[in-house]
């Protein structure tokens, strides 16, 4: 596996890293186990909190550098990478100002007399993390585990390798002892070697359903506790009493951000009939009125995919869907340019018997579906192996509420595209994978809540 940055815009070459060896992961292990046996893991609440504190003002006061590192290296709009940025912060300062709060012990009442429970560190924990969102993912599993004390050893994708080395280098310094968040270029293989390792406590993975089932069967193996965000093929909703120009204007942003890379990303319309011709007519003119350019030009509004396997990936996924029976309504083919872009486009009349109804388009590639009524939106809706996000459009936010709690799914946002925030929690079910990261939930994922009881009169 070759960490290098490569240019999306033009797969020009920038820069290559060596990998780490197995000495040096070693090495990293030592440092991160020393460090969670040491006071900073146990006792040093404050100070780790402090350190976030100054973590969330140095990213802050780098980023424009950290948003042209990560538009240039994954092709991330430039705007987009800098409210990327912006989130990161406000992760770190959310758990700074809140993670007291939510490690307080917890009192239960019981006949066997006072009891309560307490979060403690567990140790530290493997974190692989998605190019996609390439500071936002780190700092997900980097600022409750921080505020909590497990050090994390990370292994970043292979063609983020900048974002991950500025990211530690920040986190460096903030004010973080040696061994609290460690970058690692590293194997798959080495990362199996970790999780087999009695010093390594858990794994937090975000990435391709492939990549979670194996890195899950490793940690089961070994009894060690995993955390999971998949892959996601979310719904957008379109009911008939819906705003239709605000739905088809939130529905374009909601597919082609990132140009269309974001597991939350709206990849199946589903459409109310009343509404399906108005909706698909004005979200073609939107998908037609995107500008392809460099992510660095602020009036582009399509960037380039990641890599060109991700173009060859996706350019196979449409050229099959079509050949089983799907509609080309737009586009469906990579643009004649010498970076790693894809037309914006929208496929129709996607039987079940079509792979594409399963799959997840990771690009600009829309899907719409036309439906007759409620209950028919939330069967379609739930044929899917996977329940991440998804969106539904309404005036009636009772019948949109109704909607939400039947939708399979870890996340719904009503006349909004699915979102995200520290204080919500964020994951999914079925094939999207298990656990939560952000708010209060994400922080106790790799906690021991231990019980402790002082027997009382009634005990005895």
């Given at each position: 596996m070759a960490y290098q940055t490569v240019n999306p815009f033009n797969n020009q070459l920038i820069k290559e890293f060596d990998s780490h060896t197995d000495d040096q992961v070693e090495q990293a292990l030592v440092k991160a186990d020393a460090l969670y046996h040491s006071a900073w893991s146990q006792d040093d609440v404050e100070s780790r909190l402090a350190v976030l504190h100054k973590l969330a003002d140095l990213i802050e006061n780098n980023l424009e550098r950290l948003a042209k590192t990560a538009s240039e290296e994954m092709g991330k709009l430039i705007g987009q990478s800098r409210g990327e940025v912006t989130?990161?912060?406000?992760?770190?300062?959310?758990?700074?100002?809140?993670?007291?709060?939510?490690?307080?012990?917890?009192?239960?009442?019981?006949?066997l007399g006072e009891a309560w429970v307490e979060h403690h560190p567990v140790g530290p924990i493997v974190a692989v993390e998605p190019w996609n969102f390439p500071f936002y993912q780190l700092m997900r599993v980097l600022a409750p585990n921080y505020a909590v004390g497990n050090p994390v050893l990370a292994k970043h994708a292979s063609i983020v390798p900048q974002c991950a080395q500025a990211f530690a280098d920040l986190v460096r310094e903030a004010g973080a002892p040696e061994g609290a968040w460690t970058n690692l270029y590293i194997s798959q293989e080495q990362v199996a070697n970790l999780l087999a390792d009695a010093r390594i406590h858990g794994v937090a993975l975000t990435g391709s359903e492939g990549a979670g089932a194996s890195v899950a069967a490793q940690a089961a193996k070994h009894i060690k506790k995993s955390t999971l965000e998949l892959g996601g093929n979310d719904v957008f909703i379109v009911l008939d009493d819906c705003n239709l120009e605000q739905a088809v204007k939130v529905g374009a942003q909601a597919r082609l951000n990132n140009a269309g890379q974001v597991c939350t990303a709206a990849k199946r319309f589903i459409v109310h009939r009343a509404v399906s011709e108005a909706f698909l007519d004005k979200l073609t003119q939107h998908f037609q009125a995107v500008k392809i350019g460099s992510p660095l030009d602020e009036s582009t509004t399509l960037g380039p995919l990641s890599s060109k396997e991700a173009l060859e990936k996706l350019t196979e996924q449409v050229n099959q869907a079509v050949k089983q029976g799907a509609t080309l309504h737009l586009g469906g083919k990579p643009v004649n340019h010498e970076g790693n872009f894809y037309e914006a486009t929208i496929l129709t009349k996607i039987s079940r018997d079509n792979p594409a109804y399963f799959e997840e388009f990771f690009g600009p590639v829309a899907q719409v579906y036309v439906v007759d009524s409620d209950e028919a939106a939330v069967q379609l809706a739930n044929d899917s192996h996977y329940g991440l996000g998804g969106a539904i459009f309404s005036q009636d936010i009772a019948r949109a509420k109704r909607m939400a709690s039947r939708i399979e799914t870890g996340m719904v946002y009503i006349n909004s595209l699915t979102n995200t925030a520290p204080e919500l929690p964020f994951g999914g079910v079925k094939r999207s994978g298990y656990g939560r990261e952000l708010s209060d939930l994400g922080i106790k994922e790799f906690v021991n809540q231990k019980l402790i009881v002082v027997s009382g009169p009634s005990a005895k």
């Amino acid at each position: 596996m070759a960490y290098q940055t490569v240019n999306p815009f033009n797969n020009q070459l920038i820069k290559e890293f060596d990998s780490h060896t197995d000495d040096q992961v070693e090495q990293a292990l030592v440092k991160a186990d020393a460090l969670y046996h040491s006071a900073w893991s146990q006792d040093d609440v404050e100070s780790r909190l402090a350190v976030l504190h100054k973590l969330a003002d140095l990213i802050e006061n780098n980023l424009e550098r950290l948003a042209k590192t990560a538009s240039e290296e994954m092709g991330k709009l430039i705007g987009q990478s800098r409210g990327e940025v912006t989130l990161c912060a406000s992760i770190a300062r959310y758990y700074a100002d809140n993670a007291q709060a939510f490690l307080a012990p917890v009192k239960y009442e019981s006949s066997l007399g006072e009891a309560w429970v307490e979060h403690h560190p567990v140790g530290p924990i493997v974190a692989v993390e998605p190019w996609n969102f390439p500071f936002y993912q780190l700092m997900r599993v980097l600022a409750p585990n921080y505020a909590v004390g497990n050090p994390v050893l990370a292994k970043h994708a292979s063609i983020v390798p900048q974002c991950a080395q500025a990211f530690a280098d920040l986190v460096r310094e903030a004010g973080a002892p040696e061994g609290a968040w460690t970058n690692l270029y590293i194997s798959q293989e080495q990362v199996a070697n970790l999780l087999a390792d009695a010093r390594i406590h858990g794994v937090a993975l975000t990435g391709s359903e492939g990549a979670g089932a194996s890195v899950a069967a490793q940690a089961a193996k070994h009894i060690k506790k995993s955390t999971l965000e998949l892959g996601g093929n979310d719904v957008f909703i379109v009911l008939d009493d819906c705003n239709l120009e605000q739905a088809v204007k939130v529905g374009a942003q909601a597919r082609l951000n990132n140009a269309g890379q974001v597991c939350t990303a709206a990849k199946r319309f589903i459409v109310h009939r009343a509404v399906s011709e108005a909706f698909l007519d004005k979200l073609t003119q939107h998908f037609q009125a995107v500008k392809i350019g460099s992510p660095l030009d602020e009036s582009t509004t399509l960037g380039p995919l990641s890599s060109k396997e991700a173009l060859e990936k996706l350019t196979e996924q449409v050229n099959q869907a079509v050949k089983q029976g799907a509609t080309l309504h737009l586009g469906g083919k990579p643009v004649n340019h010498e970076g790693n872009f894809y037309e914006a486009t929208i496929l129709t009349k996607i039987s079940r018997d079509n792979p594409a109804y399963f799959e997840e388009f990771f690009g600009p590639v829309a899907q719409v579906y036309v439906v007759d009524s409620d209950e028919a939106a939330v069967q379609l809706a739930n044929d899917s192996h996977y329940g991440l996000g998804g969106a539904i459009f309404s005036q009636d936010i009772a019948r949109a509420k109704r909607m939400a709690s039947r939708i399979e799914t870890g996340m719904v946002y009503i006349n909004s595209l699915t979102n995200t925030a520290p204080e919500l929690p964020f994951g999914g079910v079925k094939r999207s994978g298990y656990g939560r990261e952000l708010s209060d939930l994400g922080i106790k994922e790799f906690v021991n809540q231990k019980l402790i009881v002082v027997s009382g009169p009634s005990a005895k």
